[in-house]
């Protein structure tokens, strides 16, 4: 069983692949197979998922990883839905009515398992150890605000592993993470319509945060921090770099300011909860609509918060205090309340035609990237330049060598991302040729417009007959053995 051509799950099986085969050493050891064997392992992955699923492998060795990953991506669903319907209780401060309230959880826990982004983008666009830190982040926000209540150590302590657990299993998780923990601060400080004690919310969150970071450099080392810091592409914390990226860390931090702003200033809002569901979902939407602004075509970018968005729709809708009986009195909120709930069903339909209506799931590996076994026999051990979807299939599959890989922002050779310009867009074939050679690039595989590939990242077909002789041709791509 596999999922979308589009899908980084095999990100998550080629490096779950690597640790089965090299074992702890794995950790240590650079990953060979990306980026020209530069980055560190730990750089690509956090621990908890791949030793997951060689565990499970190890235990149900018939069953492929993929489907293993598939399975781990979908009962980390269910967690989700009951961690964001139990915070939901937890910040509204409803008690316990009996069997109201398992009627009220059941169809919560229902409605947030329904929306279908969530689902749909985990099969074909998202890495599996981001789609699971995402999917565990209420767990985290639960311990925090249990600490929030409670004030002890145990508390703290229990917050600091719930964070350290995220950060282990994925760190793209924490600009989400941060949005959570501010609408969790901001919430729990909310009382009779002020804010109240917001400083000691912010400050015990902070520590927490910071003891949850210097636990998980455990595992990553503080050189990984400065590695995304200094570029999302290429390696090396240059003091300029730096500080270029924390600028640019704290625009991206504007929408949050904004959300924050128009929560705590609208005058409107009586509660919490709504404080909490404001925030989280203001913030996302700002990021969404920013993104779009910027470039509409580029919809893989602006789409990137709709996971967050969505939650954020089924809480509007859970917390909706009005009858619905009461249609004349509450039309406008009901009728802008249908169509945020019909949003993610539209987007996702939206873009599953975008996206050549693919099988989510499907028993055979999916055609883009079939060509990768003719790859597989001719180049040995030697490098190979990819491009689309073949990169990240390439690992999962097989052992292929090649120049790009799975996780960009933290790739540390300092070439890598020049070359593949120039091999992909660049119209001179001695340059290309050149870069090739500095590599030691010995095959490539081109897409032509033919290709079932995906993405058609090749520009100037015609440069290529000047640079290698064709190997192989079929399915739409030509592999080509790249002159010296």
Known sequence: MYPSETSLIPVTVALTKFLETNGLKAIFSNYPYWYLGSTPFRFLTGPIIPVFLSIFHKLL???SLFILTIYLIAFSFLLSAFGWTILWFQVS???????KTVLHTTFYILLFLIFPWRLFASLTLEEGSFTIARNLMPLALLAIWSHFAKKDLKSKTWAVLAVSALLLINTSVLPILLTGVAALALAFSFNDGKIRGLGKRIKSCFLILLASLLLST????PTYWLSILANPSIGGASGIKVVLRVLDLLKASAPLFLAIFAVCFSGKVKNRLSVFILTWTFTFLFLTIFRFIGDWDFWMDWTSWM???EIGIVLLIVNSKFSILNFKKHAPYLTLLASLFLLPFYLTWRIYLALDRPPLISNQVPRGVRSLDKL????????TFLSGSSVFWANALYDIYQVRG?????ATDPNW???AYEV????????TKEWLNKLKVSFVMVHTPASFEYYHDFKNLDKWEKIGKVIWQGNGDIIYKVYK
């Open 61 to 63: 060795p018939n069953t």
């Open 93 to 99: 401060s409803i008690k316990h009515q009996g069997g």
């Open 218 to 221: 455990i595992y990553y080392f």
């Open 307 to 309: 996971y967050e968005i």
């Open 376 to 383: 597989d026999e001719v180049v040995g051990s030697e490098t």
């Open 406 to 410: 799975g996780r960009d922002q933290v």
């Open 417 to 419: 991302n020049k070359a």
């Open 424 to 431: 992909r867009e660049g119209k001179s074939p001695e340059k």
